[in-house]
């Protein structure tokens, strides 16, 4: 069965510090991964995805991939009150034929502290 | 419409009954899904469509059904709720094929209905 695993939390982390979040997936062919935040009561919202080996940054978030180690990590620079939700990790996997659907882990919850 | 609608927001409904949950995008994404997310079990997929006129089940498909008789809307149907139903439901949309090799393939949400079957 195809995985995706995140610790579920919470991350606790001062407000201006760098929060790690980690993820690993176990379908070695998966060519693109997403990272979604998810504030209370509200749906998941699209922040970074990434298909190439390395580091994509997008302002105070950067998303790092390891294909070799099944490995994705989102860092959140300057980690502000407003950070504080749940982060999805999500891979894209085959579902059959030329068909793919996303396979989100159970995420983590940050709480960012003032 | 901007994006992806559902309705209702929130429902709460006896046991027994049938309900239908509503979504209707106007990204003209020709993959939608139907996910219920509890506390601790993280996003679960009900049912999806690749395309109108398909539909497949996801890993929880039990006592939904859903159809797709075009592009936008994608409806799913709880045929006589029981008090396990109780979850918010997503309803998601995105390209089935990737647009090239490094294509954005993320989902787009729409807000989600709270149900509470008692």
């Known amino acids: 069965q195809k995985e995706v695993e995140q610790n579920s939390g919470p991350l606790s982390v001062p407000e201006g510090a760098i929060a790690s979040l980690n993820c690993t997936y176990s379908?070695?062919?998966?060519?693109?991964f997403f990272w979604y935040r998810q504030y209370s009561g509200k749906s998941p919202e699209l922040i970074m995805f990434?298909?190439?080996?390395g580091d994509k940054e997008d302002g105070r978030f950067t998303a790092q991939l390891n294909k070799a180690s099944q490995y994705v990590s989102l860092l959140i620079r300057d980690s502000q009150p407003s950070d504080s939700a749940t982060y999805l990790c999500?891979?894209?996997?085959?579902?059959?034929?030329?068909?793919?659907?996303?396979?989100f882990g159970k995420g983590t919850l940050l709480t960012v502290n003032p | 419409i901007a994006g992806i609608t559902q309705a209702p927001t929130s429902q709460i409904l006896a046991a027994g009954r049938r309900m239908t949950l509503r979504c209707t995008q106007d990204m003209r994404h020709n993959a939608m899904y139907w996910y219920r997310q509890d506390l601790g079990l993280g996003l679960r997929l009900i049912h999806y469509?690749?395309?109108?006129?398909?539909?497949g089940k996801g890993e929880v498909p039990d006592g939904y059904s859903v159809s797709r008789a075009n592009t936008d809307d994608f409806p799913l149907t709880l045929a006589s709720a029981v008090p396990s139903q109780t979850s918010v439901y997503f309803c998601?949309?995105?390209?089935?094929?990737?647009?090239?090799?490094?294509?954005?393939?993320?989902?787009?949400f729409g807000s989600g209905t709270r149900l509470t079957v008692v």
């Open positions: 469509s690749n395309t109108a006129g398909t539909t």
């Open positions: 379908d070695r062919g998966s060519q693109s």
């Open positions: 999500a891979v894209k996997m085959n579902s059959g034929g030329s068909n793919y659907k996303l396979t």
């Open positions: 998601a949309s995105s390209w089935a094929r990737p647009q090239g090799a490094g294509g954005n393939y993320g989902y787009t």
């Open positions: 990434i298909y190439s080996n």
